[in-house]
């Protein structure tokens, strides 16, 4: 299975400001998903990542506010903009995979946001 | 958008106890999972299901995959203190549509 290492694991950022989220994988893989979870919820995507295209944002997420980008196979970073503290949840990027589990999804570590 | 409705929300059980959750929905998905996600950490993939009525078991660990392809359940036999986590069923409609729709998930505590 892919290995994702997620940087940074937690942060705690002033309102108004932006905090960008690293993904790095071992492996090359097309396409890169950006969940968040917000405080004892499920998970919501929020855009998917294609190296050498814009993001595909879902509904209720801009560009503007979660910028992405994918320089290459296997890194893609999320920026979180103008942050105010509803911004504060885990933020977590995703990748197909196809493991010993069969075909699933694996998850980074995540990264858990603090707006104050 | 589509709606996972997961049940329980939340489980307390003893030590050695079966435990069964599930997952049901309005629409037809082509493959099922079940993560599971500890406290600090992302959802780590437990079984994948992708026919009708397939049983797939992992360990003490199973799960169905529903014959009208719109539920599933997870069931954990004689539950150990580290199974405690948050169960996330997740569903996907296949082909060109990629994209994971998670249920609510199940929390589940087991008291030693």
């Known amino acids: 299975s892919a290995v994702i290492s997620q940087k940074p694991s937690r942060d705690i950022c002033q309102r108004g400001t932006s905090l960008t989220i690293q993904c790095q994988v071992d492996s090359q893989v097309t396409m890169m998903f950006w969940y968040r979870q917000q405080p004892g919820q499920s998970l919501t995507l929020i855009a998917t990542?294609?190296?050498?295209?814009?993001?595909?944002?879902e509904s209720g997420f801009v560009i503007d506010k979660f910028p992405i980008s994918r320089p290459n196979l296997t890194f893609s970073t999320l920026t979180v903009s103008n942050m105010s503290p509803e911004d504060s949840s885990i933020y977590l990027c995703?990748?197909?995979?196809?493991?010993?589990?069969?075909?699933?999804?694996?998850f980074g570590s995540g990264t858990r946001l603090t707006v104050v | 958008g589509q709606q996972l409705n997961q049940s329980p929300q939340s489980m307390f059980i003893q030590e050695g106890e079966d435990v069964s959750m599930n997952c049901t929905s309005s629409?037809?998905?082509?493959?099922w999972l079940w993560y599971k996600q500890d406290p600090g950490e992302g959802p780590v993939l437990l079984i994948a299901l992708y026919k009708a009525g397939e049983l797939t078991s992992n360990g003490r660990l199973t799960a169905q995959f529903g014959i009208t392809r719109k539920d599933s359940f997870l069931n954990i036999s004689a539950s150990i203190p580290s199974d405690v986590g948050i169960y996330f069923c997740?569903?996907?409609?296949?082909?060109?549509?990629?994209?994971?729709?998670f249920g609510k998930g199940t929390l589940l505590t087991v008291n030693p």
């Open positions: 629409s037809i998905f082509n493959t």
């Open positions: 990542a294609n190296q050498g295209s814009e993001a595909t944002y």
């Open positions: 995703s990748v197909e995979d196809y493991g010993t589990r069969g075909d699933g999804y694996t």
């Open positions: 997740a569903g996907r409609r296949g082909g060109s549509n990629y994209k994971l729709t």
